[in-house]
């Protein structure tokens, strides 16, 4: 059984280095027997970073989810099930995502809130993130009103916390966002990560998320596509960097 431990680790920031033993490999992955990695899915990229075999560095690239946490590596002939490795996660794509996915949720709630928008899908990168929104009118939206509400909200200093509540208690909760994606959550699957943004958001979530929205930069929208009737897909980026 690996023990995923990304899941019981907030914030999700600054990753320690962790020691695992090989339990089964692929033709280009490796499965330890436990894993601080979070593997791709929700929008949010796996994590990459280094393992360090016999006093020798191996690169592995996006982590990836399933049964197991797989890990691609670049030579995986160098690795035989027994060994014990030392794991080093790559901490600023680690951390920039954390970032970025904390920052979608007040995106998204904050849009929610304001125009009743649904968010249907998102992409979240190192540099920018994506969002697809569907609105009741989407002639109401305003990139202004969502970048004010959304910096405030940042500069507030909310705490950020991550709960593990059961399956009925979050679908019967009344301010939770998003339960009509639970069926996508394995049936046996009877505990449920949320995670809470104080007074703004509160929804299932197994990514990796931020102490405080103050650890967060301040937003900007870069871009607004139309996907259709009474779609949009907002990107934004932090308003420091240029892509």
């Known amino acids: 059984m690996q023990e995923r431990l990304h899941m019981h680790h907030h914030p999700g920031t600054d990753p320690l280095p962790f020691e695992a033993s090989v339990i089964d490999k692929t033709e280009d992955s490796l499965i330890l027997s436990k894993s601080f990695c979070y593997p791709r899915g929700g929008g949010q990229p796996g994590d990459a970073g280094i393992f360090i075999n016999d006093g020798k560095e191996s690169g592995f690239s996006e982590t990836l989810g399933g049964e197991f946490i797989r890990h691609p590596v670049n030579n995986i002939s160098g690795f035989s099930v027994g060994d014990e490795v030392r794991c080093e996660i790559d901490i600023d794509r680690r951390n920039r995502h954390a970032k970025m996915h904390t920052a979608q949720h007040v995106v998204s709630a904050l849009a929610d809130d304001l125009w009743s928008a649904e968010t249907v899908g998102n992409q979240i990168s ?7 929104f569907l609105f009741p009118n989407r002639d109401e939206y305003d990139s202004d009103s969502l970048t004010e509400a959304v910096n405030t909200v940042i500069g507030s200093d909310t705490s950020v916390k991550v709960h593990e509540w059961s399956r009925d208690f979050v679908k019967d909760h009344e301010h939770m966002r998003h339960t009509k994606f639970m069926d ?3 049936s046996f699957i009877n505990e ?5 943004i104080e007074g703004i958001d509160l929804c299932p979530c197994a990514g990796t998320h931020v102490a405080s929205t103050s ?3 301040p937003i900007v929208i870069t871009n607004v596509k139309s996907k259709g009737a009474g779609k949009f897909r907002i990107t934004y980026q932090f308003e420091n960097e240029n892509i």
């Open 184 to 186: 996508r959550i394995p």
């Open 192 to 196: 449920l990560r949320v995670v809470e």
């Open 215 to 217: 650890d967060i930069d």
């Open 126 to 132: 190192t540099e920018y993130t994506r969002i697809d």
